[in-house]
């Protein structure tokens, strides 16, 4: 289970039909159905197989049908993804009250914020391409990606849209529920194809903000105009859409590394991946709010 960023890859999908097929009966006799497909379910492919407890059961041929010691549960995902948001916003507010965004003191304010993301973005990096979770650098994401969130949600709730930080966590909560009951009735499939579009539409969506950025960096201004008026409202639109999706896929890793019997540790990565992804959403929430304001 890698970690669920847009611009990161994602593992646990193959070839064939696009998701593992855990929950599926095992045949008398004969392996799990969906073997195939599933990625923790044959020890040659399987990045759990020397997970004594996954072992056990692939060697009994079926997906584990409860929690073990050892295992990862989703009250393991709950609690650690509560630590990662809670440092996140603890940072957020303490960079909120201590680095004021008025006339004299917004540029020091920013150069701290900025900095912040680009620390916060390395440890990222870093995390998504380690064989391993690691605790600590995941809480050190969340505590420098909560310094820039802090200082953006400042500058946006004080001198652009009083109120705006808490409507974007509104928005991202609204969001969160939404896909989460969506997913969990079913309304929601996750296979190949979804995987497929939710990929190549976040790659093309990532790929327009950085020409975007470019001709904003050399050429002054807002660049190509992706980020602001009615294209920026339309980008923002989609931004929180794409963030809608990877929560899906984020909910269907974790349910797979369940249903499968990840180590206990993958729970870190899984809450990295979610504190991501709603990073991302909250993010298109501000900035979308910050446009419509600007336009009034």
């Given at each position: 289970?890698?970690?669920?960023n ?19 009966a ?60 809670g ?22 304010s ?33 505590a ?42 079913g ?11 939710v ?7 990532v ?28 980008f ?10 990877f929560?899906?896929?984020?909910f ?8 499968y019997?990840?180590?206990r ?5 899984a ?26």
């Open positions: 289970m890698r970690s669920r847009p611009v990161f890859s994602r593992r646990g999908f193959s070839r064939d039909n696009g998701y593992a097929g855990f929950n599926a095992p045949q008398a006799g004969g392996p799990a159905v969906g073997t195939q497909a599933n990625p923790y379910a044959q020890p040659a492919g399987n990045p759990y197989a020397q997970n004594p407890y996954a072992q056990q059961d692939l060697q009994q041929g079926a997906p584990p049908q409860a929690p073990a010691a050892g295992r990862m549960t989703i009250d393991d995902v709950v609690l650690r993804t509560a630590s990662t948001l440092t996140l916003i603890v940072t957020a507010a303490l960079a909120w009250a201590l680095l004021p965004v008025d006339d004299a003191n917004i540029g020091r920013y150069g701290i914020g900025i900095g912040a993301a680009l620390i916060g973005m390395v440890l990222a990096f870093v995390q998504s391409f380690k064989r391993k979770a690691s605790p600590a650098l995941i809480l050190a994401y969340a420098f990606e909560g310094v820039f969130l802090g200082v953006v949600s400042s500058v946006v709730d004080n001198r652009i849209a009083s109120g705006a930080a808490m409507q974007a966590v509104i928005g991202t909560m609204a969001v969160f529920a939404g896909v989460l009951v969506a997913y969990k009735a309304w929601i499939r996750v296979n190949r194809r979804f995987y497929g579009f990929m190549a539409a976040a790659l093309g969506f790929l327009l903000m950085m020409v975007n950025m470019l001709f904003a960096v050399f050429g002054g201004g807002d660049g190509l105009g992706f980020r602001s008026g009615p294209l920026g409202i339309v923002g639109i989609v931004g929180i859409l794409l963030g809608a999706c929560l899906a896929l984020d269907k890793q974790v349910e797979d590394g369940i249903a019997g990840a180590p540790e993958e729970s870190w990565l809450a990295f991946g979610l504190t991501l992804t709603l990073v991302w959403i909250y993010m298109e929430f501000l900035r979308l709010i910050a446009i419509l304001n600007s336009n009034d």
